[in-house]
């Protein structure tokens, strides 16, 4: 008890350090979020609404990364974006941007696979009405995206969730370096292991935290989804 009670202090009493590292995590996962969405809306559309050869496979492929070890996620990137690896040129290792882009691999298959499935039902709902107007396949998608935007958001929180509890890879492409690169879960990990139990914590009941709200938001989204029919 003393320590929850150390935590709940240490988080009211706005410790700059403790508010850098989830801000920075915030930071981090949200431009995940957004340049995973920006791929992953249309490829999911393309692959619900179009009927072409390896499909089936292309679908199974994304369900699979789905699983992906993200320390197997980290080690690969390390050995791309190292001094000596064919990407080192960038000079990104142990910095937010390489840790963005691990993210980004991450959850960009979750993303992809949970949306294909939601488009593909909307899109059997509205087959007739697509052949009846002989509806085109680019305003097939924006249609399907439309009126599929609250599902979608769901989806796309799905994503955010997997980001910010994400640690095997942005520990290895990061560093988990104080002041640049350390985020929530590395700091858990680390200090957990250091025996500083109460920072530990402290980030622990914010993850929690952010956790309940993103599932709050998805619970109001998809009653406002089947309201409107969207399901």
Known sequence: MEILYQSINLIFSFDQDLYEIIFLSLKVSVNALIFSTFFALPISAFIAVKDFYGKKALKLFFNSLMALPPVFVGLVLYILFSKSGPFGFFEILYTPQIMIVAQIIIILPI????????????????????????????????????????????CILAGLGRALSEVGAIIIVGGNIIHYTRVMTTTIALETSRGNLSLAMSLGIILIIIALILNSIALIIKSISIKNSYE
């Open 111 to 154: 993303i992809i696979s949970i949306t294909v499935e939601t488009l593909e039902i909307i899109n059997k709902e509205y087959e007739d009405f697509f052949l009846m107007f002989n509806t085109n396949l680019k305003k097939k998608i924006l249609t399907l995206l439309w009126d599929a935007r609250f599902s979608l958001v769901t």
